[in-house]
Each structure stands twice: as structure tokens, then as C-alpha cells.
């Protein structure tokens, strides 16, 4: 029991114990102060409030429950200023109420904050008194820790504050929830309004009820999350009002003892406008979404400073990325090579100052460091106010038209040496300036390092009839000329176990050319083109009336040079021909009439071929120069119409040289039939179809026998000629206008007939029409725009086919072209023996 007294005893009484221990030990200050610390320690070591004692403005001792207030040691304590342990704005108080309640002014304890050593506020009530404590005067005080009254105080305050104010006067609904019962106890007048009810009807309703059942667990879950702090505030929530309508609110709770009862206060706002523009806005910007990624060019969105922010897929994959995430955060200007980040700066950079960019060629580099050529054009993306935001870039891949223009170029220039070649061959009939002309020209035209003829002589052997160098030295045991970067040096002809020439032997032995692309993949290559440091070469034919009269080589330092120029080179071989026959013919000559056929064979094909191949390569020259000169300048649309008209010209170009290779090998015996049996009542309905489709005001009328036998031709060759046909019916004859199309078999022979009404021919012009370069002075080369080729070559087609064509014509009436085919002897047999049988 007494130390049950000892624990519950008033300050007072330890004061004065203290006194009376004190006045026993004033003989020893030091003793006395050590033991006072004692004497203090068992007296006040199990008061609950905190002690010190102050004494010339410093602390002389503190309790341990006071270390416990403070968070500071004894050590930390003792002969500091107790002020510092005051908040600054609460000393003044501090000591107003202490020096008040030692001068008797006030006996009631008063409260003041307390910085612990961590930095935290608390509240603290204090009583003090003044005391002697080793013979001078100090104050005791004794501190007890009310924060957590003050905070329930605080709390209740504002909580009554709340409830008095907000709800009656506030623009929100606001219900208040008995967290125990689950129901209403209160709702302001503005929830009233919301949801149609009167107070009195919410009071006690549960609030599941005002929320569509279908709704409620979406809701409960919501409004638990809340109410753990989870969320702040549950957004787009749909309500029932009294007519059983939806409307959304958005929820906002607090909780707070109302009446001695835990509470949840909810604030409710009506979002049912917002929440329909959100679903609005949601569907257009899913619509804008689906835009956004289905475009099929790169659009990529970026920050000011050019790190880009969004990416549709296609971005992605022009980029090289798998996953769009793999760009966010890069800036675009590190997907440009060296030489054109410059130029995407400048992009960049209009489009700031002007609100967007012109578009921009560049090469775009991917994260496997492939070069794209790609197309740009960017546009500045503002806030609502206007304010600067970023950039939209649209990138579009144009490898395929760079592809495209380059082909259109290269088959330009290809076409403008064929052209050249042409030329020069027809300039002149000496045989070695004809070889010379060609190997300079195709040589250039292939960019071949060395380019070369071997002819074949009238003994069998084989020599170099001209050769041409270019980077590279000669393979002659000839020196070169200083100072000459190109060299071109007559071979004597030499047995042909002087030279190596397998690939020429094979060439002349098949009739085929031949395409090395990389030589270190072949074997038997000759040394000599090693040791100069050839890596790929082709060689063709050159064939005179089915004889293989020479073999034409270029060759090049670089691997795959000449893969996909085969058919070029073939044309210049097949014009090779004509001119190295053309000079043997005429160095033969030994007439003046054969001389002066020979002089009128190449006035004639210089003058026709040099007028129908300057006019389209006039307008490519005129429009590639215009591209060049003003590409920058130049619109896009401007530069598609100038290369569709280049694709036009060498279209024309492309149809010309390739009726001239045709007649070439049709008249030198080289051109080779793919015979096969043929059902000729198919090929005529589909050319007669095409022509259809392509023809607007002709009616066509086809009468065919039937059966029709099978006939062995070459399907493409005859619908060549059909073609024609059909072409000069149409370009010949007025609108609305019959072209009849017929095929009968007779005596061995199928014979097809095309009709037309059209403008007819003179009879004395009815012979030439077959003629080559020939026009009849009726309207062709007016109306039709031809050069005269189309029927010299069909003429050929059907006599290598063993058949006949001829035509038969009447001015202003029409005409009527007839060719027949040969049929197989065992079909013709059968033929005869139906109608027999008949």
C-alpha cells in the first residue's frame, strides 16, 4: 500500500521531501547535486508526466518520461534552453502563462506545442512552481502530452462544422451513411433534387436502393475501395432516381462521428452530360484510333524537342521495331542517316515557325541499321489554347517508286544507247568502224570494263573483232596509249587454240547467252579475265540468218553487273547483226545496184528509226532534265505526271525497238516458233474479248465453223498477229462500225479473216502494206500514229508458221486481212474424211 501512495502522490508532497533531503547536504554542492538527481529519479521515475527543472534559463533536470516526450536523452538535455524544445510561435505564450503562474497570477495549467527531436508537433498541458534546487531559485514544471485529445477535439469540430454547413447549403447531394444500420440518416436538399426523393423517403433506405441492381456490385466494389483508401474518388457511378432513370455522379466520401456514431458522408455530382460526351468522345476517338493505326504510312507523334511520344504499327515496322513501345522515348532525328538528319532538322524546324512542313525525301535508318528511302512531311500540334505541344510526323516508305524511277531512268538510258547504237551502226557500212561503234556504245551502256566482239571467221576460227578497256588494262600484249582513258584495240583473228574460249564455244554450240555473276563461284574461268580482275560477265549470240556469226561480251570488276540486262544486251547482239550483215554485204557488193540497195537498206532504216525513236526520247530528255534541274521546286503531282509521260515515251520507245528486234530475227532466220496445238476458237474469243474492253463504239461479230480442228502453232506469235489486226480494224475504221472476226478449215489449212468498214486501201498500195516502215497514204500514218512495222512482222510470224497472208481492200468501203496456218497431216487426213464421210 505505501508504495501504492508513493505512486499516486501529488507533486507537492515530493517537493517537500525533496526540500528537507536537500537541507542536509549543503555542505557539498557537487554531493548534493548528484544526489538530488537521485532523489528526483525515485520520486518522479513513475510519474506519468514528464519533469524538469529549469534553472538560470537552462534545464537542470529532466524525468524519464520527459526524455520520452522529447525523444532526447538526459545527456542531450541537460544545460540546454528549454525554449529550443518550444515551437517558435508558441514561446511568447509559453512564457507569458509560466511567468503568470509563479507569480500566483494563475493557478489553471496551459498548453503550448513541442518539437521532438524527430521534428513532430505535439500538444502538451504544463502547471509550473518555483522551487530551490541547490540553494538557488528554479522553476519545476510538470508536462502531460494531450495531442491525441486535441486531435479528437479538431476533429469533432470540423465534423460538426461540416455537417452544419455543407449540408444544407451545398450545391452537391450529400447523404450521410450509418456505417452500423447500413441506411441514410440524412440528405441534404440538393441529393432531394438529384434523385427525386424527399428526405423523409431516404431516411433509413439502404443504399443499394438508388443504384440499378445490375449495377450494384460494380458500385459496392467501388464504393469499398473508397472507403479503404484506395480511391479518392469513384468515378462515372450510375444511379436510380425515383422515375427509375440512370444518371451517373461522381462520389466523393469522408467519414466522421455524427451523434457518438461512426458516419460516412458522401458528396454526390451529377456527371450524366460529362458522361455522355465521354462515351461520345470514347466512340470518335475509337474511330479515330482505328484511323489512326489502319493507315498504312508511318505516323509518328513527338514531343518539341523530337522524342517521340505515340506510333501507329505501321511506324513500328518502317522502323524495323516488333513492339511500338521499343520507339517511345527516341528522338526521330536518330533515325536518319548522317547526311539527312540535317534535313529532317530543317523539316522540323519550318513546321515550328509555319504550322507545317512541305515533304521531304530522305533515308531512314532502322534499328538493324538498314537504309529505307522514305518520305516526310510534318505538322505542328498545338493545345487548345495554342500552344505548341509537338510535332506529327508522316513517313511514308517510297523504296518502290525510288525503285520504279530508277528502272524508268536506267531503262531511259538504256533505251538512249540502244538509240545511239542504231544510229552510229547505220552511219557507216565498213565493217571494223561497225564493230568498233557497237563495242563503244554497249560498253558504256553496260558500264562494262571490258567489252569485246568475237567473230566467228569464214574458216572456222575464232578472233577478237574489236575490243574496248575501261579501268582496267588491256589483255592485248599492245601497250596503251598515255594519256588515253579509253582503249580500243583490233585483234588479228587467231586460230582458235590460241585463245581460250570455252564460254565462246558454248555460246555458239547452244545459242544461248551466258551469265557468270560471280566468277569465284565457277570453275574454268579464263586466267587472263582473273589476272585483270574481272568478277562477272555475260556474253549473247550474234546470229545472221540461223548462223552464229560472232559472240558479244561485256565484262566488270563488279559481281552481279549485268544480272536482269540480258535482254538488253540480246537487242544490241540482234542490232549487231543487222549492221555487221548490212557491211558484209556490202563490202561483198560487187554491183552498183547491189551497192545502191544496200545504200537505200540503211538510208531507209536510218531515216525511219531515227525519226520514230527522237520523238519519244525527246520527251524523256525533255522531262527527266525538267525533274532534275527543278526536283525541289517541282509538286508531287507535277513529277508523277512528268514520269508517267517518261513511262509513256519509252512504252512507245519499248514497242518500237521491240518490232525492230522481232523483224530483225525474223528477217536474220533467228526467230524461234514455241509450237504447240492450239485450240484457235479460244484465242480468238479472248483476243476479240480484249479488244472489247479496250474499244469504245465497234461492234464485233465473230463467225467460227465448228468444230474447228486443232492447228500446232505458237499461241503467242498468232495472238500477236491478232492483235494487230484487231488494232489497225479498230484505228481504221469510224464509230459504230462492224468488225467481223471468222475461222473456217479447208484443203489443209485453217484461215482466219478479220473485217472491218473502215477507210480501205488503193490497190495499188494493197501489195506494199507487208512492206517494213511502209504506210499507206490513205490515213494510216495519220489516223493510226504507226511506223509500219505491225504487218511485216505479222507476215513473217505466219510464213515461219508455213502460212499465208495477204489483204483485200476497197477505198472508203473497208478491208479484210487473211492469213491461214497449215494443219498437221493427220488432221487435214481426218478432215478429208469427215467430209468424205459427209
Known sequence: MSEKRKASAPPGEGIALLRRRIADFKASPQLRYNLAQQLFDSVFSITPTGIYI???????????????????????????????????????????????????ESLAPYEYRMVTKSGETRWVTEAVTAIQFL??????????????????????????????????SAEEGILVLDNETGGFTYANPAICRLLGYSQEELRGMDRSAIHPRDEWPHVSSELEAQAAGRKTLAANIPCLTKDRTTIYVDISATTAIINKRQCTISFFRDVTERKQMEDELLESEGKLQAMFESIADGIIVTDLGGSIVRLNDAAAALYGCRQKEELIGQRILDYATDGDRASVMQTMERAYEQGRSGSIEYLLLTRADRQVHAELSTALLRDKSGRPTGFIAVTKDISERKRAEEEILQRTRE???????????????????????????????????????????????????????????????????????????????????????????????????????????????????????????????????????????????????????????????????IAIENARLYQEASTVGALREADRLKTELLANV??????????????????????????????????????????????????????????????????????????????????????????FVTRYDEPLPLVEADPRRIRQVLDNLLSNAVKYSPENTDIAVG??????????????????????????VFDRFYQASSGVSQRGGGVGLGLAICKGIIEAHGGRIWAESTLRKGSTFTFTIPLQESTAAGQADDSRDA
Open 135 to 168: 540553494e538557488k531559485q528554479a522553476m519545476l514544471g510538470s508536462v502531460a502530452d494531450v495531442t491525441d485529445r486535441k486531435r479528437l477535439e479538431r476533429a469533432s469540430r470540423d465534423s460538426d462544422e461540416r455537417y452544419r454547413t455543407l449540408f444544407e
Open 610 to 699: 531515227s525519226h520514230d525513236l527522237r520523238t519519244p526520247l525527246t520527251s524523256i530528255k525533255g522531262y527527266t532534265t525538267t525533274i532534275l534541274r527543278h526536283f525541289d521546286r517541282l509538286a508531287d503531282a507535277e513529277k508523277r505526271d512528268f514520269l508517267h509521260e517518261i513511262e509513256i515515251a519509252s512504252d512507245r520507245l519499248t514497242e518500237l525497238i521491240e518490232n525492230l528486234l522481232q523483224l530483225s530475227k525474223l528477217e536474220a532466220g533467228g526467230f524461234h516458233m514455241q509450237k504447240e496445238p492450239v485450240v484457235m476458237v479460244s484465242l480468238l474469243s479472248n483476243a476479240v474479248e480484249d479488244a472489247e474492253q479496250k474499244t469504245k463504239g465497234r461492234r
Open 415 to 577: 533505251l538512249s544507247a540502244l538509240h545511239q547504237v542504231l544510229t552510229s551502226i547505220t552511219q557507216t557500212l565498213d565493217l571494223d568502224e561497225v564493230l568498233t561503234e557497237i563495242v563503244s556504245h554497249v560498253g558504256a551502256a553496260l558500264e562494262s570494263n571490258y567489252t569485246s566482239i568475237v567473230m566467228v571467221n569464214e574458216d572456222g576460227s575464232l578472233g577478237i573483232g574489236s575490243e574496248e578497256f575501261v579501268g582496267i588494262a588491256p589483255l592485248s600484249a599492245r601497250p596503251k596509249p598515255k594519256g588515253s582513258p579509253r582503249r580500243i584495240v583490233d585483234i588479228t583473228p587467231s586460230p582458235i587454240g590460241a585463245r581460250p574460249h570455252g564460254v565462246t564455244r558454248k555460246i555458239i554450240k547452244s545459242g544461248e547467252p551466258v551469265v557468270i555473276d560471280d566468277v569465284d563461284t565457277v570453275e574454268g574461268t579464263n586466267p587472263i579475265l582473273l589476272a585483270a580482275g574481272i568478277k562477272s560477265y555475260a556474253g549473247v549470240p550474234i546470229a545472221a540468218k540461223k548462223t552464229i556469226i560472232g559472240v558479244l561480251f561485256v565484262h566488270s570488276t563488279k559481281r552481279h553487273a549485268f544480272s536482269g540486262k540480258v535482254k538488253l544486251l540480246v537487242a544490241f547482239a540482234d542490232e549487231a547483226a
Open 743 to 768: 475461222c473456217t478449215s479447208s484443203d489443209g489449212e485453217l484461215v482466219v479473216r478479220v473485217t472491218d468498214q473502215g477507210v480501205g486501201i488503193s490497190p495499188e498500195e494493197l501489195d506494199k
Open 54 to 104: 529549469i534553472q538560470d534559463g537552462c534545464l537542470q533536470y529532466v524525468n524519464r518520461q520527459f526524455q520520452s516526450f522529447t525523444g532526447h536523452s538526459r545527456d542531450e538535455l541537460l544545460g540546454t534552453d528549454y525554449l529550443r524544445l518550444v515551437m517558435p510561435e508558441d514561446r511568447e505564450v509559453f512564457k507569458e502563462n509560466a511567468l503568470m503562474m509563479l507569480n500566483g
